[in-house]
Structure formats: C-alpha cells, structure tokens
C-alpha cells in the first residue's frame, strides 16, 4: 500500500530550477535515505511531502488517515512549559481517556451510580491497556534518555533549552506520536554516538515508513533499505543501504560512459561512411546510414558531478613527539576529563570519542592555549604548527566576504585567492558573499579552505564533517589520510572515525582509555568484553591496545556496570509485564463488579509503577 504519491514534482524561483518532472512512491514499512550533493532540494522535496511547500508542477497524494511528523534540522519548541510536559503533549488523547478512568473510579463509590461506572470501567480499561496507557511514561522517559537526556533535564523550561536540544526534543516528541511517516533532516545533527546508536536502533525496529536526509553514513547502514539520489534536477532510486547504493550508482555511470562513449564510436564511424560513400556506388547504403543518425536518440553525457579539490600539506617537517600528557585534567572550574600519560607521535591520526557535555572540546582549547589546564601538564613538540577548525566556525568573522576570510589569512594575489575558492566551489561572484549568508556547508569548505592556506602540521578538527555534504566527507577523508602531519579531531561520524584514525581516545565518566586501530577494531575489542551489541561490530582482525594498570582497572569497572545494566533491564521487563498482569486484571474485576478488589489491584498497581520509576532512574545512573 502507498501512503504517499507523487507524480511529475516541479520546482523552482525564478529561472533557477531546483528539480523538474520527478515522481515516486513511499509504501508501507518503507525505510529511505534521501542523498544528494548540498543545495540540490532535498529540505525541499521533504517539506512538499510534508505540506509546508508547494511544488510548481505535479501533485502529491497522501493515502486517507496518514499520520506525517517532519523533523527539521532547527527546530524550536515554544513556550514555557516543562520537557517532560512537552512530551507528555504525546500522549493526550491517551492522558484524556485516563482522566476519564479516574472520574470513574471516584463514581464507583456512589451506591447508585456504581453499577453503571462499572460497566463502563471494564470497557475503557480495557482501551486504555491496548493503546499503552500502562507504559506510556516509560516509553517517553526512555526515549529522552536515548536521545542524551538526563533525568534532572526533564523539568527544565523549553526556554531554557539549547537550539540541539530544542531539535532532541522534538525528534523525541515525533517518535513517541509514532506517525505512519517520519520525515528527518539530519537527524544526528545534535547527537553523540551512544544517542546515535540508540536511535538507529530504534528506527531499524520501528515497523513505520521513513524518509531520512543524512551525511551519516554509518547511520545509513544500519537503518535504510533503499537510497533516492537527487541530481541534476532528477531522482534515482536504488534498493539497499548506503554502501550497496554506492556500488551500484558507480556501476551505473560506468555503463552510462561505456554506452555513451561506443555511440561516439558509432556516430563517428557512421558519418566517415556517409561522407566517403554518398555520392559513389554505395551511396544508398550511405543515405540510408544518414537516415538512421537522423532518427538516433543521442546519449547524454554522464554528467560529473563538481567535486572540492582538497589538499592538506604542512609546510614544515615537526618533531617526532607532538603533543605529550602527563596526568592532565581539563575542565573549567572542575575537572572534566582526566588523562594518563601519553604521546601523540608524528603521523599519527586520533579521534577523541565522548558523550556530548563531557569536554571534548573544552580539551582542544586547553591544547591551543584557550583555556588553561586544571591539573597535570602537556607540552606541544619542537617546530610543531597548529591549526584549528572549530565546529560552529566560530573563526569565521560574519561581516567579511569569503574572499576576505582568505585573504585575512595569506594576502595572496587577487587571481590567486580566486583560484584557491573555485577548488572549494565558490566561483564567480560567490566570492563576495558575506559568510553571515552562507549555509553550514558553505562556511565548512570556507573553514576548510583556510585550513588548507595554513600549512600547519598539526590539525585540531573539531566536527569537521559537520553540514558537509558526503561527497566532500569523502573528500576530506582522503585529504586527512594523505596529510604529512598529525591529527588531533573530535567526530561523532563513525564511517568518517573508521577511514581516517589510527587510534581512539574514549571519555568515559571523565577518563580516558587510548585504543589502537579504527573504529571497527575498536567495536570488535568491545564486543569481546561485551560492551557493545554484536549487530554493531563488522568482523575485522583486532589489534591489541597498549594499556596500562589503570586502564585495565577501568575496563573492569566498566564489565560491572554493563553487568548491574543488563540485571536492571531484567529487571525493568518484569516489572512492565506485572503493571499489564494488573492491568487485566483490573478489567477483569471490574466486569465482575468487584469493587474491593479494584481497590486492591490499584494499590498494587501504583506500587510496582514506583518501582519502574525507581528502576528506570537507577538504569540512568548506570548506563
């Protein structure tokens, strides 16, 4: 069944077309990725369908009763109401039936109402139980602490809230009104690993349709079974995940240059006949030749698509050891992140892994000098030159024009800095925007161009994949595993943390554990200590990682925590399958009229809910 249809979309402003004559269908349990180069109408395409945008041409049909919940990549909930009582905005048709249940309940104890009451009760009991009225505050408190929020978080204003919070919130909101079709721009936007991976989880179980815009392509992976590419104004569609799509795009323009290139062959071959034999003795052989070019359709040729020309080159060779630790504590007015000793050697490429808040970046300004240590000490290397790409660009002055941002760093020749921009696809007069009106894509290969002029060799990268369309992910990998120096960066990307680390330092309630290899060897070591689902670990070969006695001592700490987790998830379980026992059971009695032993299972019922209360707040503590 399709929920949605639409045939030959249009549109475009003015005499800029974004995409023209595209149809498609989203059927039942469908799980799509909508890819595409930045700027191509993807935002677009998802708010059509949405209803808050109109095509120019074309219509689109959604099936009768579809529910639609649309995420987009700023969200802003307002008013000064409570998370917790945004959440529970939900679940108010629910909460409404169970205000019911209550004046019931209060009815049951006049003699001459009661008969009725009861009747009553049984039937909307039994309603109140199917749709999850049991559960339903379990459900939103596990979602928020999926997606990163902390229990003393859940009373705090909307006001008060960050503008990543803000889109937490209503991503959280969307998923427990559980719509037909979730609509996500970027969704991982705004999330660290542990809430990336519990929402990737949730939305590969999830039985409803979904239409995704991500740059994660790990994300990807895990969730969608069939990949739409916007370019040039068309939509393709191919059926698997984001790596299946990419071999079978790359195998589909490889046919594309082979027909194109063997009808060139044909044509030429064709009219050197034409020409050599029109007017001799096979001349109607050669008419007959021309007559058949005439009514050939030509093929197009395969259009490349603009790629950022990257380069990362230090202009200056840096001692063996670059940045040495020694006991080091970061943090402002109270440590945030502890490290052991260790030393980040020439060449070597470390991603720094943590939850969100947990100082990540507050690290990378210590090194810089920002920010001054709490404790410890660290020490840069002999001719070691630093760069920094900030996440928000904070370096980038909004005031100045692009090509002012390059020549503030290196005053290079007018034609020269032109140059430099057309790599990072600014071209003509996009030169002269003010970077306060660029995208998030835009100001990144602006932050990355500026990267490139340093010669630095030492990066520090915080976020760098951030609003970068794939391609130039893709891009910026290569560069990064090509650089001559040394690397320093914070990612939440795991495909982006795979390609381009040689080693990972973990944050884990403030300390930090250095692992060898990338990503996936980092997922295969935990999943031997347990520490990860195994659907998350590609098998790969392990390299051991070097460790001292602190870090072992962590690593059983660790194991006893994951252990108390998985005993309180038992735990959790059990008492839910109580609260749906009591449940019928209540229905049950009040069918029978019994009103004593209504009293009694509510008692019960409002027992065990405490106890999941109470359950749930220590899983919190431990997860």
Same mark, same amino acid.
């Given at each position: 069944?399709?929920?949605?249809t639409?045939?030959?979309?249009s549109?475009?402003y003015?005499a800029?077309?974004?995409?023209?004559?595209?149809?498609?269908?989203?059927?039942?349990?469908?799980?799509i990725?909508l890819?595409?180069?930045?700027?191509?109408g993807?935002?677009?395409l998802l708010?059509i369908?949405?209803g808050?945008?109109?095509?120019?041409?074309?219509?689109?049909?959604?099936?009768k009763?579809v529910?639609?919940?649309?995420?987009? !990549?700023r969200a802003d909930?307002?008013?000064?109401?409570?998370?917790?009582?945004?959440? $529970?905005d939900?679940?108010a @048709?629910?909460?409404?039936?169970?205000?019911?249940l209550?004046?019931?309940?209060q009815?049951?104890s006049?003699?001459?109402s009661?008969d009725?009451?009861?009747e009553?009760?049984g039937?909307?009991?039994?309603?109140?139980?199917?749709a999850g009225g049991?559960?339903?505050?379990?459900?939103?408190?596990r979602?928020?602490?999926?997606?990163g %929020?902390?229990?003393?978080?859940?009373?705090?204003p909307?006001?008060?809230?960050?503008?990543g919070?803000?889109?937490r919130?209503q991503?959280?909101?969307?998923?427990?009104?559980?719509p037909? +079709?979730?609509l996500?721009?970027?969704p991982t936007?705004?999330?660290?690993l542990?809430?990336?991976q519990?929402?990737?989880?949730h939305l590969?179980?999830? *039985?409803?349709?979904?239409?995704?815009?991500?740059? @994660?392509?790990?994300?990807l992976n895990r969730?969608?079974?069939?990949?739409?590419?916007?370019?040039?104004?068309?939509?393709?569609e191919?059926?698997?995940?984001?790596?299946?799509?990419?071999r079978?795009?790359?195998e589909?323009l490889?046919?594309?240059? +082979?027909?194109?290139?063997a009808?060139?062959?044909? /044509?030429?071959r064709?009219?050197?006949?034409?020409r050599r034999y029109k007017a001799? !003795?096979r001349?109607r052989q050669?008419q007959?030749r021309?007559?058949?070019l005439k009514?050939?359709e030509?093929?197009a040729?395969p259009?490349?698509?603009?790629?950022m020309k990257?380069t990362l080159?230090s202009s200056?060779?840096?001692g063996?050891?670059?940045l040495?630790?020694e006991a080091?504590?970061t943090g402002?007015?109270?440590?945030?992140?502890?490290?052991?000793d260790? *030393?980040?050697?020439r060449?070597?490429?470390?991603?720094l892994?943590?939850?969100?808040g947990?100082g990540?970046?507050t %690290?990378? *300004?210590?090194?810089?000098?920002?920010v001054?240590?709490l404790?410890g000490?660290?020490k840069?290397?002999?001719?070691?030159?630093?760069?920094y790409?900030?996440?928000?660009?904070?370096?980038?002055?909004?005031?100045?024009?692009? =090509?002012?941002?390059? &020549? #503030?760093?290196r005053?290079?020749?007018?034609? !020269?800095?032109r140059?430099l +921009?057309?790599?990072f696809?600014?071209?003509?007069?996009?030169?002269n925007?003010? /970077?306060?009106?660029?995208?998030g894509g835009?100001?990144?290969r602006?932050?990355?161009?500026? =990267?490139a002029?340093q010669?630095a060799?030492?990066?520090?990268?915080?976020e760098p994949?951030?609003?970068l369309?794939?391609?130039?992910q893709?891009?910026?990998? #290569?560069?990064?595993r090509?650089?001559?120096g040394?690397?320093? %960066?914070v990612?939440?990307?795991?495909?982006?943390i795979d390609a381009?680390a040689t080693? &990972?330092?973990? /944050?884990s309630?403030?300390?930090v554990?250095?692992?060898s290899?990338?990503y996936?060897q980092?997922l295969?070591?935990?999943?031997t200590?347990? !520490?990860v689902?195994?659907?998350?670990?590609? *098998?790969?070969?392990?390299r051991?990682?070097q460790r001292?006695?602190?870090?072992?001592?962590?690593?059983?700490?660790?194991?006893?925590?994951?252990?108390?987790?998985?005993?309180?998830?038992?735990?959790?379980?059990? $008492?839910?399958a109580?609260?749906?026992?009591l449940a019928?059971? +209540?229905?049950?009695?009040?069918?029978?009229?019994?009103t004593?032993?209504?009293?009694? &299972?509510?008692r019960e019922?409002?027992? /065990?809910? #405490?106890?999941l209360?109470s359950c =749930?707040? @220590?899983?919190v503590?431990?997860a």
């Amino acid at each position: 069944m399709s929920l949605v249809t639409a045939e030959n979309l249009s549109k475009y402003y003015g005499a800029q077309d974004v995409f023209s004559a595209i149809s498609f269908r989203i059927g039942r349990g469908d799980k799509i990725a909508l890819v595409g180069a930045n700027g191509v109408g993807k935002t677009t395409l998802l708010r059509i369908i949405a209803g808050l945008d109109t095509s120019n041409t074309g219509r689109v049909h959604i099936a009768k009763s579809v529910r639609i919940g649309y995420l987009a !990549q700023r969200a802003d909930l307002q008013g000064d109401r409570s998370l917790y009582e945004e959440m $529970l905005d939900a679940f108010a @048709d629910l909460r409404a039936l169970q205000g019911q249940l209550h004046q019931l309940e209060q009815s049951m104890s006049d003699a001459c109402s009661q008969d009725r009451a009861l009747e009553r009760y049984g039937d909307m009991l039994q309603a109140f139980e199917l749709a999850g009225g049991y559960t339903y505050e379990q459900r939103l408190q596990r979602t928020l602490m999926g997606l990163g %929020f902390a229990t003393d978080e859940f009373q705090k204003p909307l006001s008060m809230l960050s503008g990543g919070q803000h889109t937490r919130a209503q991503l959280a909101k969307l998923i427990l009104l559980n719509p037909d +079709l979730l609509l996500l721009d970027e969704p991982t936007n705004h999330l660290d690993l542990q809430a990336i991976q519990w929402l990737e989880q949730h939305l590969a179980d999830w *039985k409803g349709s979904l239409v995704v815009v991500a740059h @994660d392509r790990y994300f990807l992976n895990r969730v969608v079974s069939q990949v739409w590419e916007m370019d040039a104004g068309s939509l393709g569609e191919y059926v698997g995940n984001y790596d299946q799509y990419a071999r079978l795009r790359e195998e589909r323009l490889q046919r594309r240059r +082979l027909e194109y290139e063997a009808q060139r062959e044909y /044509v030429a071959r064709t009219e050197d006949f034409v020409r050599r034999y029109k007017a001799g !003795q096979r001349s109607r052989q050669a008419q007959g030749r021309e007559k058949l070019l005439k009514h050939l359709e030509p093929q197009a040729r395969p259009r490349q698509q603009q790629k950022m020309k990257l380069t990362l080159q230090s202009s200056i060779r840096g001692g063996d050891h670059v940045l040495s630790i020694e006991a080091l504590q970061t943090g402002y007015d109270q440590p945030l992140i502890r490290f052991p000793d260790l *030393k980040l050697l020439r060449g070597q490429r470390a991603a720094l892994l943590g939850p969100n808040g947990c100082g990540k970046t507050t %690290f990378l *300004k210590t090194v810089l000098g920002q920010v001054p240590p709490l404790g410890g000490r660290f020490k840069v290397g002999a001719n070691v030159h630093l760069a920094y790409f900030a996440q928000g660009h904070e370096n980038l002055n909004d005031q100045n024009t692009v =090509l002012e941002e390059i &020549l #503030k760093v290196r005053n290079l020749p007018l034609e !020269q800095a032109r140059g430099l +921009l057309g790599r990072f696809l600014f071209s003509g007069d996009d030169v002269n925007k003010a /970077v306060s009106q660029l995208s998030g894509g835009e100001r990144g290969r602006v932050a990355l161009a500026i =990267l490139a002029l340093q010669g630095a060799n030492f990066l520090l990268l915080d976020e760098p994949t951030n609003h970068l369309d794939i391609q130039s992910q893709e891009l910026l990998e #290569k560069a990064l595993r090509e650089f001559d120096g040394t690397i320093l %960066f914070v990612s939440h990307d795991r495909y982006f943390i795979d390609a381009v680390a040689t080693q &990972l330092w973990v /944050v884990s309630e403030g300390q930090v554990t250095v692992h060898s290899g990338n990503y996936s060897q980092y997922l295969a070591e935990m999943q031997t200590v347990k !520490q990860v689902p195994a659907t998350d670990a590609p *098998k790969v070969q392990v390299r051991g990682s070097q460790r001292g006695e602190e870090t072992r001592r962590e690593e059983r700490d660790l194991k006893q925590r994951r252990a108390k987790q998985t005993q309180l998830e038992g735990e959790i379980e059990r $008492l839910e399958a109580a609260l749906s026992r009591l449940a019928r059971e +209540l229905e049950q009695a009040s069918r029978a009229q019994r009103t004593d032993r209504v009293y009694d &299972l509510g008692r019960e019922y409002e027992d /065990v809910q #405490k106890r999941l209360q109470s359950c =749930l707040e @220590d899983w919190v503590g431990v997860a």
